[in-house]
Structure formats: structure tokens, C-alpha cells
């Protein structure tokens, strides 16, 4: 196992994500706690010491499980975080409540690490509001040692984390990231990755797989890649590329079976990022991925002078671009509940007066209609 030095610790550098355990027939809540316990002795005997979950993973019931699992290890031979779960507005108030339930959960005195949970353009505003004293409450949980190192996860775009850097990055000692070789363009993950950088802040990362999009690649690429590193699995070219970037500590990833964790350990035993030509060649995948489901908006904002509704075109083309390509998920669906639903894509009037000036001849009005239906 390869490990990252973070402050006085040693962590290891693949992590286990906690939101995909493996499950039974009753769904995505009934977690197999059999076959956790297995994942999990296999982790531990093979150097992970880093477990990442969470209030809401598997409706409540991975932080139960993850309690149960680690129970049977020495305290000091795993570190675990959880997460305030912000990404639903109406625990705002309820901080207190929601940190002593997870301490139960988890069976645990104090978190290793604990974040503000999934950063993003719907809760900045509550997440800075000082009358929910949400900050102040967990600083203090750090102060009395029940928190040992306090961070954040974000999905919003660069002005949100801005805004929450501003307010509290003197006080967050890591950041969760998702992160992958194609989000490093597509999600802006290199510029988030530089602003945290200026303020001395490591990444962890989250999603290096890309929900599983980044294990199977047309037969072409594969094989290209595979004429370069024929020792590695395509899964292992996104863990390699991650290995490369200053600043990367932990590397998560959700795994739902035995052999998705063996598979990882192996690519975990060495430390062997990607040279400048390699690098190159994922570059061209990616973006030969991203240009068959998605729409190039280069955000000339041209358009929004054009619309007599005054929506921001350029960001609900970002949003449609990253429904479409995900195939769903909650991303998109979560920013726009931040908007007015005037300014949603349902409200575009399909008049064309934006096209008339788009430089990339997007028809913007048929994305919009196609991003509603998408939505529902």
C-alpha cells in the first residue's frame, strides 16, 4: 500500500468510499453487513486505514455498518469520516442532533475527519448563515477533541467554493474533490484543485471512476492504453493519472464486491503516475468522450444578451452537458433548485434569438426543451 503523509499521519492512498457497499434484495438501504465485514478485513490487512461515509449513504445505514465492521479492530489502526449532511436543507438546524447520532452510529468517542457535506450553489447561503451555527458548533466539537480534522466536500462550481473558502478556509485542513481525468476539464478540477493549492488545502477524491464510466472504454482506447502499460487495467490508467496530481492524498473509491477492492489493492501497491505522454493520450480519450454527449459551449455568453428571458444560457448548457453525459444523477437537478424556476430551462420561450449569435451554432433552444424533458 502507498501512503501520504498528512500532518503528523500516515493515511493510506486508496481510501474506501462507503456509499456503494454491496446490498441485498431489499435495495440500496439493506446493507449486506456479511459481506462488508469481509471487504473490510481484507482493507485492513492489506494497509487501508482510511473509511469515508456519511449521514445519508445506503438511507442511513453505511455509517452503521462501518461502525459495526471497524468495531473489531484496535481504534487507533483505522481512521474514519463522516459528514454533516447539508445537501438537504432542512437538517440546517439540526448539527447537535445529527453529530451525536453519527458518533452512535459509528460506535466511535471522536471523528478522525469530519466535513461540511457536498458544497455546492443550494446550500452556500445556509451553510454561511451564522444563525444555524453550524460552523461554530463543529469548531467546537474540534476544540474538545471529538473532531481530530475538520474539512469540506464540494460539487459547486468555483464561485461557491470561493464564497466558502473566503469564510472559512483559514479552518479547513482538506478538501473532497471529485476528481478524474475527465472532470479535470469538465468540471473545472484543475482550477479547483490550483485555488486550493494557494491555500496550502490537500485533495481528497472522490468519484475517480466516474461512477464506474471510467472502467470500460471503447475497444480502440483501450487498446491504446493497453500497448502502453499492458500490466494495467483500464481502471487502474484513472487511479495513475490521480497519483500524479501535487496534492492528491487520498484517493476513494466505492466498492461494491471483493474483487472491486482486490482490483484496486493491487493497482495501490505501487506508486506510478503517468508520464507526459501518457497523460496526453487520456487527455484525447477524455475529450473524444466528452464530445460525443455533450454540446461545446466555449461560455462567450453572446447569448444572454439575446434572451429576453435573461437566462443564463452558458451555465444551464454546463448543467444540460452534465445530465446528459452522466445519464441522470443528482448534480444538475441539485444547482438548479438554487435558481428562481424562472430561470430554469423549462422558461426558455424557444424564440431562437440566441442561436442567431452563437458562435458554435449550438441550437440552444432544443437543448433547453430536451434538458426539461430530461428532468421531468
Not at 43 to 53: C, F, K, L, P, S
Request: aromatic letters at 10%; charged letters at 25%; proline letters at 5%.
Amino acid at each position: 500500500m502507498v501512503y501520504r503523509k498528512f500532518q503528523d499521519l500516515r493515511l493510506s492512498g486508496l481510501g474506501m468510499g462507503c456509499m456503494r457497499l454491496p446490498v441485498g434484495a431489499g435495495g440500496d438501504a439493506d446493507v449486506d453487513l456479511g459481506q462488508v465485514k469481509e471487504m473490510v478485513a481484507c482493507a485492513m490487512a492489506n494497509g487501508v486505514n482510511y473509511y469515508d461515509t456519511a449521514w445519508g449513504y445506503h438511507g442511513g445505514n453505511s455509517e452503521t455498518a462501518m461502525g459495526e465492521a471497524l468495531s473489531a479492530y484496535p481504534r487507533e489502526s483505522w481512521y474514519i469520516a463522516t459528514k454533516f449532511p447539508g445537501y438537504d436543507l432542512s437538517n440546517m438546524p439540526k448539527v447537535k442532533e445529527i453529530f451525536e447520532e453519527q458518533l452512535r452510529r459509528l460506535q466511535v468517542e471522536y471523528f478522525d475527519f469530519y466535513l461540511f457535506h457536498n458544497v455546492c450553489e443550494l446550500n452556500i447561503d445556509a451553510y454561511l448563515d451564522p444563525k444555524y451555527g453550524i460552523f461554530d458548533y463543529l469548531i467546537e466539537q474540534k476544540r474538545c477533541g471529538r473532531i481530530r480534522h475538520l474539512g469540506f466536500s464540494c460539487h459547486g462550481e468555483i464561485p461557491v467554493m470561493k464564497r466558502f473558502l473566503d469564510a472559512y478556509g483559514a479552518d479547513m485542513e482538506f478538501c473532497q474533490l471529485q476528481l478524474n481525468y475527465l472532470d479535470w476539464t469538465f468540471q473545472h478540477g484543475r482550477e479547483k484543485v490550483a485555488m486550493l493549492a494557494e491555500r496550502g488545502i490537500p485533495v481528497w477524491v472522490m468519484e475517480p471512476l466516474r461512477g464506474g464510466k471510467l472502467v470500460t472504454l471503447e475497444a480502440d482506447d483501450e487498446a491504446r492504453l493497453r500497448a502502453l502499460r499492458p500490466e494495467e487495467s483500464v481502471a487502474a490508467w484513472a487511479f495513475r493519472f490521480l497519483q500524479g496530481i501535487p496534492g492528491v492524498a487520498v484517493i476513494l473509491s466505492g466498492m461494491s464486491n471483493l474483487r472491486q477492492l482486490q482490483d484496486n489493492l493491487r493497482t495501490f501497491e505501487t506508486d506510478e503516475p503517468l508520464n507526459q505522454a501518457e497523460a496526453a493520450v487520456l487527455g484525447e480519450i477524455a475529450e473524444r468522450m466528452l464530445s460525443k454527449n455533450t454540446l461545446p459551449c466555449t461560455g462567450c455568453r453572446y447569448c444572454t444578451e439575446y434572451c429576453p428571458q435573461e437566462l443564463d444560457i452558458p451555465y444551464l448548457l454546463s448543467l444540460y452537458n452534465e445530465h446528459a453525459f452522466t445519464g441522470g444523477g443528482f448534480l444538475a437537478p441539485m444547482a438548479l433548485d438554487a435558481l428562481d424556476k424562472e430561470k430554469w430551462p423549462s422558461a426558455c420561450l424557444g424564440c431562437g434569438s440566441c442561436e442567431k449569435v452563437c458562435p458554435q451554432q449550438i441550437r440552444i433552444s432544443e437543448a433547453m426543451a430536451d434538458f426539461s424533458a430530461r428532468l421531468g
